[in-house]
């Protein structure tokens, strides 16, 4: 088994790009992730080792005195990180000494049309871990969950109306009409109607607690930490959120997944990784008639 090393401190969604790659060099390596949180809460099941680029010390990498407590032995590094001048480079050479340390930047250029995950896997197959394809990386978390857990239900309907830019999200108004006509539809009659709020959203929980109809059998839930969060995905009968860390995190757990996206330019990088899911981008394609024939398609 080879000790490696990979630093990619990155939001929710970004860590969850790694799943694909981290799962076949399991297999044959020990991994130490060193990410940000909430990322690396879920994907411990892959990484036996996952501490915080925030933790201290690690922010000495950019210096010239480097001094990390907490840095994990490895033959092999892998560092997802802008690096122009070398500093963080060598300073990891100097850190631990006689491994290989590869730099590599965070995700593809645009023009050439991977997804994030292969662009991962790309890198990290360069950097020496042969047994990782992209090709079939990509491939296999396109057909079957990689986050599964045991004791899956089917009892809810997950709203997710938030992302990490304001750029990707649709209207408060948007949402609350797709939620009453969802809800109010005897195709998901039984569901109990979960709306998830992140700590962008909160302000938002008046508006929809005060505009949601009385007889809405729903809950509004803000912020929920990891633990909480996974538990509530394992309720899932379908998810329907923007492009999002949550986004990704219920398609990789196998939830039938809508992701509703702004912008289709993104789609070949970003795509949502799960066996069930479905991607709508033109205004026309995000009526409720749609959504409502895809949800239709995947419960």
């Not at 080879?2 to 991994?31: E, F, K, N, V, W």
């Not at 915080?52 to 907490?70: M, Q, V, Y």
């Not at 398609?251 to 993104?266: C, D, E, Q, R, W």
Request: negative net charge; glycine residues 10%.
């Amino acid at each position: 088994m080879r000790d490696i090393l990979i630093i990619r401190p990155a939001a929710l969604g970004d860590t969850l790009m790694l799943l694909p790659a981290l799962q076949r060099i399991g297999q044959t390596g020990s991994i130490a992730l060193v990410g940000r949180r909430p990322g690396i809460e879920y994907v411990k099941s892959f990484a036996p080792v996952c501490l915080d680029f925030e933790g201290p010390g690690w922010h000495t990498l950019f210096t010239d005195t480097p001094a990390i407590s907490n840095l994990p032995g490895a033959e092999m590094v892998s560092v997802f990180l802008g690096d122009p001048d070398g500093k963080v480079k060598r300073n990891l050479e100097t850190l631990l000494p006689g491994a290989k340390v590869h730099v590599f930047p965070g995700l593809p250029l645009e023009t050439e049309g991977v997804h994030a995950a292969f662009h991962l896997a790309r890198c990290l197959r360069k950097a020496g871990c042969e047994g990782v394809n992209p090709e079939e990386c990509v491939e296999e978390a396109l057909n079957r969950p990689l986050l599964r857990l045991p004791g899956t239900k089917r009892e809810r309907i997950i709203f997710h109306p938030g992302s990490g830019s304001r750029l990707k999200n649709h209207s408060p108004e948007f949402w609350l009409e797709l939620i009453r006509n969802m809800t109010d539809s005897p195709l998901f009659r039984g569901f109990q109607s979960t709306l998830i709020l992140g700590p962008a959203e909160e302000g938002l929980r008046d508006f929809f607690e005060s505009r949601l109809h009385p007889e809405w059998n729903g809950v509004i839930l803000s912020s929920p930490v990891p633990e909480n969060l996974m538990a509530l995905m394992k309720e899932g009968a379908l998810y329907v959120g923007q492009d999002s860390g949550v986004t990704h995190l219920a398609a990789v757990m196998g939830l039938p997944t809508i992701a509703l996206f702004k912008n289709s330019s993104t789609i070949p990088m970003w795509r949502p990784l799960g066996p069930l899911v479905r991607v709508l981008v033109k205004e026309a394609e995000m009526g409720f008639g749609t959504v409502m024939k895809e949800a239709e398609s995947l419960l």
